[in-house]
């Protein structure tokens, strides 16, 4: 257990847990977001759980890295399940473990510059288009940042 980095007066376990040390000592109860992740309300303000635990127990998240689930559950806060790496080893580790799926698989390069002609020509949200196709926003984004070469089949 230790104190929460930037929010004095709440404890932080390994297992995922966060503690009030105040009048009322009771853990605070998380909730699931849209994205499927769990948040907690500390002092009034949202806060990832897993973002919350990794700063506590890895240290600060260095630029351009996000935390990672090493098992792939985003329900798994546990500080060992932990660990920092950049979004493009998060990408892949989540291709690798079924977490996503590799658009090359599904999406012709024809089918890419239409999502991206939508997209940019259209007023259909990202979210939207994606649904079309069934894959995730993260797709599109690749797509846009002309980072999509190698996603794709040609």
Excluded: Q
Aim: charged share 25%.
């Amino acid at each position: 257990m230790v104190e929460i980095v930037n929010y004095k007066g709440y404890d932080v376990y390994s297992d995922g847990r966060i503690k009030s040390n105040g009048i009322r000592k009771v853990f605070l109860s998380p909730y699931k977001t849209n994205r499927g992740y769990l948040s907690v309300k500390i002092n009034e303000v949202s806060a990832s759980l897993h973002s919350v635990i990794a700063k506590s127990f890895l240290g600060e998240r260095p630029e351009g890295y996000t935390v990672n689930h090493k098992d792939g559950d985003k329900l798994n806060n546990c500080s060992s399940n932990l660990e920092y790496m950049s979004r493009k080893d998060n990408y892949l580790h989540a291709l690798k473990s079924g977490l996503k799926r590799n658009i090359s698989n599904y999406l012709t390069a024809d089918e890419a510059s239409d999502m991206v002609e939508f997209y940019c020509n259209t007023d259909y949200t990202m979210k939207e288009i994606c649904s079309w196709f069934n894959l995730d926003r993260v797709v599109l984004s690749y797509l846009l940042h002309d980072k999509h070469k190698y996603l794709y089949k040609n």
